[in-house]
């Protein structure tokens, strides 16, 4: 079936068209049609795309709205422009699937929507107030505009971390706020640690309840999830994304008592020191460059910057030590995964991480780590390591298909990574 993979958020689209079914995902042979965005909706938008095999497109177009971006996708999908084989109409396409950002504690696994689905989705909007609206107004399009017949699928950025212990997901407030709040460490980019973690398996040919592994999702946002017999029992991100590793611009943990402090010397309120965290720190603010890892690593090679080197070290010490806190809390892992742009792309990056952890039996192929980028995924330690590390590009968008078509099809995900 083709599904349309829709991630919306409040000025962009995320979209892609890929085919998949219960057979294809069984034999490993789904296909991805497309892959594209809209930026700036809500005025003259920017449309990038590209077709599989094909350069990347750029247009402009004025779209007001999420209904006028969702619109546009499916007549220029269906459109000769795009020339398509597999879709001539908009009956050609299946099913859609969605990213949505917080599910609560009421969803575990993806889901297909109903009344009651968009209710629970809505409900959560106090706990994500950027994104969930975003993310249902992108449903409530797709609705609009393929009909209520056709299924759509939530899958949820928080749902693979449900599985996080007691111990793990409370903060030590009173207990009272979690219950009347629902305060706790809920966690993100769990359809990443999640796709990663399956294809580590698949890679080394293990069972789901035999992945004992530490996945470091190192991108714009970064995190940290320690895995142990398949399921999360801890990860870095918080009651929101902005607690735990160094980030492109957020800072990741603090003392709390931070906020107040700066809220009273800087004369700003509560709402605008959350902003400084979440905009204006990270490797941005302590480089005072640039929220870019790849420009600061060019900086620091070609510049010899204290702050970009400051950043850097900064950034890969903070995984060092939530990967030893990790490997405590989970009784010692087989693997260390990387993913995301910088995870992926940086065996320099990896290198700083690791750097120290031999001790544990993590040593770094210096030959493999320099080949893993570009996409390629493998193995990046030395095969006498105790503890291996792997470089695993994310595919969060495959993950949100596979998921639309198995809720397509009545499989039951509760188990299932
Ligand atoms: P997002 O979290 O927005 O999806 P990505 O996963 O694409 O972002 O990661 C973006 C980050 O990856 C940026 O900091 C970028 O500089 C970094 N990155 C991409 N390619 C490289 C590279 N070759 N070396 C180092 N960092 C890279």
Redesign the pocket.
Known sequence: MNILVLNCGSATLKFQLIATDLDLISQNADRRFVRGSIERIGGEAIITSQLEGHAVQRSTAPLRDTRAAVDFIIRWLCSPDANLAEVRAIADIHAVGHRVVHGGEFFKHSVLIDEEVLRGIEDCIDLAPLHNPANLKGILAARELFGVGLPQVAVFDTAFHQTLPETAYLYALPYPLYRRYRIRRYGFHGTSHRYVAYRYRQLCNMERVATNIITLHL???CSAAAIRAGNSIDTSMGFTPLEGLVM?TRSGDLDPAIVDWLAAKEGLSAREVETLLNKQSGLLGISGLT?????L?DEARENNDRRARLAIELFCYRIRKYIGAYLAAMNGADAVVFT???GE??PE?RTTICAGLEWLGLHLDAERNAAQ?NGREGVISTTDSHLAAYVIPTDEELLIARDTARCVAGVSLERRS
């Open positions: 991108g714009n946002g492109g929220n870019d890892m790849r420009d690593l995301g742009g910088i792309n940086s990056v980028t």
